[in-house]
Nanobody
Framework: QVQLVESGGGLVQPGGSLRLSCAAS????????MGWYRQAPGKQREMVAV???????NYADSVKGRFTISRDNAKNTVYLQMNSLKPEDTAVYYC?????????????WGQGTQVTVSS
């Protein structure tokens, strides 16, 4: 009953930019926080950036100054603008939305989109 549809991933050279989009639909009235997480091979999933309905944001130290998260409440969409990309940013990026009784442990997840930074 909650769907998160992502777009914008792909292959980019070091120093390049990508913008990820995540559109939420369904029973989303209870969702207050949306964010992006990523998981690289051999590593645990980590928080990249989160944003609350009122606009408060939080970033992982590794992306501060390079990534910007934003939210369009009217469109129920969250964005992640990624600049100055590095090879270590390579990972599967997942959109997250919470809380929702329709999702396991009140967390909703997108399908994941691959971001590869390579020359």
């Amino acid at each position: 009953q909650v769907q998160l549809v992502e777009s914008g991933g792909g292959l980019v050279q070091p120093g390049g930019s990508l913008r990820l989009s995540c559109a939420a639909s369904g029973s989303i009235f209870s969702i207050n926080t949306m964010g992006w997480y990523r998981q690289a091979p051999g590593k645990q999933r980590e928080m990249v950036a989160v944003i609350i309905r009122g606009g408060m944001t939080n970033y992982a130290d590794s992306v501060k100054g390079r990534f910007t998260i934003s939210r369009d409440n009217a469109k129920n969409t969250v964005y992640l603008q990624m600049n100055s990309l590095k090879p270590e940013d390579t990972a599967v990026y997942y959109c997250n939305a919470a809380p929702s009784r329709y999702c396991i442990n009140n967390d909703c997840w997108g399908q994941g989109t691959q971001v590869t930074v390579s020359s």
